[in-house]
């Protein structure tokens, strides 16, 4: 089906699943002009992005995700990470939606249909986007990351094959990208080759040495790549490096996960978009909470990094925990109350280098 003119606002709505994601395209009057069904996987997620190019300019499209984030987390990521802008429509606005379509019963595309129209009704709705720097620097930090996973890998296989080459040299828990333990295994390989004749197969030697070798070559780009997420750390956002237990890598996390944090319209907001802010679980006079299961996992659990890390290193935090301890909260319940108070720190950083980041280029055009 041909895409609309261009200049016209078209809205896809996505109504996802674990195995499936059915993304319905709607006009800005609301009437369907494109549908498609694709596997949840990042390879499909590419093409399903190539195809709302085809149907529509970059400035005139926004993608309406139903908000149930443990289907639709990679699809999200793959999206920001391609820089299209993004909305989360809660489940009981399509749901009122979905009552007023014509199609009887219940479908995929009548669910993307209707979490389209619920957001063409709902203007408001927060949009996250990623601009040209802080996507970039996301792709840097998915690909520091996905490199030490990989090199995890390798330094398991690498353990067990130094145990059978030699089960006298220990390297310790965390060591094996150490560059001393690196020369050791080393030393130990040519050992073996020296024998006459040899103690160990001479394949097991050189799948040692080619392991040794590939955890050596990824540990200097992974040091790499650290040191370019910190200079462009200290360039977009200095402010959350002044952050107690805050460094380069954690700062990132925070800034790519937010996407925007002028789409949050108060700290609350953010705190509740991060998975720190308390569930009420009660009603009447009597007020309970529970623990927050949603929100963005990322950014969780790099709140949850810098809470610990405080609780080490920083006066403060620990004169905070001893605070709630004494009014009678547990250690779990205190590490969520810093948590929430590290949220609403983080939101103010991150509208400080915010405004800065906006000061700086009006200053360049200006300039121009």
């Not at 993608?63 to 984030?69: Q, Y």
């Not at 379509?101 to 009548?110: A, E």
């Not at 969520?336 to 915010?354: E, P």
Request: hydrophobic share 40%.
């Amino acid at each position: 089906m041909a895409g609309p003119a261009a200049g016209r606002l078209v809205v896809f709505g996505i109504d996802p699943h674990k195995a499936t994601h059915t993304v319905v395209a709607v006009d800005e009057v609301g009437r369907q002009v494109d549908q498609r069904t694709v596997a949840a996987r990042t390879p499909q997620h590419r093409e399903l992005i190539t195809w709302a190019h085809r149907t529509a300019d970059d400035r005139d499209r926004v993608w309406a995700v139903e908000d149930c984030r443990h289907v639709s987390r990679r699809l999200e990521r793959d999206l920001l990470a391609a820089g299209e802008r993004i909305v989360r429509v809660p489940p009981k606005l399509m749901a009122a939606t979905r009552m007023s379509v014509r199609t009887p019963g219940k479908s995929d595309p009548v669910d993307a249909l209707a979490v389209a129209r619920a957001a063409l009704r709902e203007p408001d709705l927060p949009t996250a986007q990623l601009d040209e720097p802080t996507r970039e620097l996301k792709l840097l930090l998915d690909h520091r990351e996905d490199l030490v996973a990989e090199r995890t890998r390798v330094q398991n296989r690498l353990r067990w094959h130094v145990h059978e080459l030699d089960p006298e040299l220990q390297v310790p828990a965390g060591a094996m990208d150490q560059t001393v333990w690196l020369d050791q295994i080393s030393r130990r390989l040519g050992q073996h080759l020296d024998q006459q004749p040899p103690a160990v197969s001479a394949v097991l030697v050189g799948i040692v040495a080619e392991l040794v070798e590939h955890i050596r070559a990824m540990t200097a780009r992974i040091n790499q790549l650290t040191g370019q997420i910190t200079g462009r750390m200290q360039r977009y956002a200095p402010q959350l490096l002044t952050l107690s237990g805050c460094g380069p890598l954690g700062a990132a996390k925070l800034l790519v996960e937010t996407a925007d944090v002028r789409r949050f319209k108060s700290e609350a907001a953010f705190a509740m978009h991060a998975g720190v802010a308390p569930v009420p679980a009660s009603s009447g006079k009597l007020q309970r909470h529970r623990l927050n299961r949603g929100g963005n996992r990322q950014l969780n659990a790099a709140l949850h990094r810098i809470a610990i890390t405080q609780l080490r290193i920083s006066p403060q935090a620990q004169a905070f925990r001893q605070r709630r301890l004494s009014a009678g909260s547990t250690r779990t319940e205190a590490l969520r109350a810093l948590k929430r108070q590290l949220a609403r720190r983080v939101f103010r950083l991150l509208h400080d280098a915010q405004q800065a980041h906006h000061h700086h280029h009006e200053h360049e055009h200006a300039a121009a």
